[in-house]
């Protein structure tokens, strides 16, 4: 199906290939041996705020940046068969998981699984599409401490029973009014 989108993707795709130069011939494990866990925010652009090139890094993005089972999944392969030596953690300011929790979506989704409107206070549901099958539960993983947060995560990822102990495991949070990163300790 065409979608305005879907060629606009296609344009710059086309655009970025007839560019690609030697990147054809990059080493699959990453090349400077590290790994970037961070939220999936529009604004974060992690090749440019972490400095990377194509084949440098693994970069695992998820909603909140956050430690699941399934981001630890990708560390643990990213090392293990990928050879990566070192980890971050990466939230950021304003993050959108701060302004929600898990019984809040749950029940928007159970009327609507359309997109819900945000007042700056309160979610409700304007468009009826259906709610969500029952039974289907989820760890939504929202936060309302951002440091604590990224400490939590770290935590759980230098805890887990698959990680190793030698791996450093950093924690920061990316500021979206600057592009700084800031150390969580
Ligand atoms: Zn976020």
Excluded at 11 to 24: Q, V
Excluded at 72 to 96: A, M, N, P, Y
Excluded at 126 to 144: M, Y
């Amino acid at each position: 199906m065409s979608t305005p989108i879907r060629d606009e993707v296609n344009a710059a795709n086309t655009a970025y290939a007839a560019d690609f130069g030697d990147k054809g011939r990059l080493a699959l494990p990453p090349v400077r041996g590290f790994a970037i866990l961070t939220c999936m925010d529009a604004r974060l652009d992690p090749a440019r705020y972490a400095g990377l090139a194509e084949g440098d890094a693994h970069v695992i993005r998820n909603a909140g940046g956050r430690a699941s089972d399934d981001a630890i999944r990708s560390l643990v392969i990213s090392h293990k068969l990928l050879g990566t030596r070192e980890w971050f953690v990466i939230h950021h300011t304003d993050c959108g998981m701060e302004l929600f929790d898990g019984p809040t979506i749950s029940t928007l989704l159970e009327t609507s699984r359309a997109t819900a409107s945000f007042d700056g206070k309160v979610w409700t549901n304007t468009q009826d599409e259906g709610g969500s099958k029952e039974g289907w539960h989820t760890a939504w993983l929202t936060f309302t401490d951002l440091a604590q947060s990224v400490r939590d995560d770290v935590q759980r990822i230098r805890s887990h029973p698959l990680t190793p102990d030698a791996i450093p495991v950093h924690g920061f949070i990316y500021d979206v009014k600057t592009g700084r990163l800031i150390p969580v300790d």
